[in-house]
């Protein structure tokens, strides 16, 4: 198995580097969030029959940003609600079936869940933004050299209109909602609740899109080399790196660390070579709402069998 390789877990517990933010960091995301309100609250459901007690499934369509229509699944238990809701985000172009087996579960557990696909990774998510710039197989750097075009514009977006139309279900307690993801959904976790006030409570196994700077220059495997291709793609020219990463500052959790207020809950695998644990610490330091993170010494970006049972501890005192 993999041994650490980032910083020991004294420095980590420290660890806390300088954000970069830009002078108009906060401009833009209000600017962005006027433009989602803008995109009326547009929701189709169609029934799925799905071979389980207790629970009743859909495929659950919603307009976002941009006018696009996304895509995702819908649980909920058949019992007298209203019900807590949690919605769920899944990793990097890696959702099974769309995690419906997964999403079914989370409704078993008690919850309305809606797993949202992420446009142009999975289902019929659509990605409407039209980039100015090339790059290699992958969503990391589409539209990498503005933050205007960037892919996780909208995809951030898209979990905030998620939580939205989670919300107006009238099966689903707005009072009691949940984020909740790892990797790229433990990124999404923290952006729907950085941006939306509905969450009381997020949950996000170690999450990407982070401390960018660090991650380029050390993550051994997984999509963060996809900026690292682009680099070597345009053959290395400074002025390009130095306005890709201008760009990547404005989607960076570490520097959306601050707007979250809700309780939230994080893990980390001290092995994890997609994610580095530096990475996740620079996140969970800049927090300064109530937090509380799951190290783990011997396991990497997997699945976390305590850290598990941890989360659902915490989503049961706080939603139920």
Known sequence: M???YDLPLHELERYKPELTKE???????????EELNRVPLEVEM?????????????????????????????????????????ALFHGYNWAMDGNLHDTVNWAAHGYAALQMFCRGQHGGSQDTTIYSNGGPAGWMTRG?????????????????RAVE????????DASRIGVCGGSQGGALTLAAAAFSPIPVVATADYPYLSNFNRAIDITPEGPYGELNEYFRKVGGDPEIEQ????????????NLAGRVSCRTWMSVGLVDVITPP???FAVYNHLTCQKQISVNRYFGHEFIPRAHEERLRVLLETIG
């Open 165 to 172: 139309v989670l919300a107006s279900l009238e099966q689903v």
């Open 278 to 280: 530096s990475t996740i």
């Open 243 to 254: 306005q890709a990463k201008r760009t990547l500052s404005y989607f960076d959790i570490m």
């Open 2 to 4: 993999a041994q650490p």
């Open 23 to 33: 002078q108009d960091f906060d401009k833009f995301w209000e600017k962005t969030l």
């Open 46 to 86: 169609t029934p799925h029959d799905y071979p389980a007690k207790g629970v009743s499934v859909h495929r659950i369509a919603f307009r976002s940003y941009g006018g696009a229509r996304i895509e995702g699944w819908l649980a909920m238990p058949k019992g007298k609600g209203p019900h807590p809701g949690l």
């Open 144 to 160: 990498i050299l503005s933050p205007e075009e960037y892919y996780y514009r909208a995809v951030y977006m898209d979990t905030v």
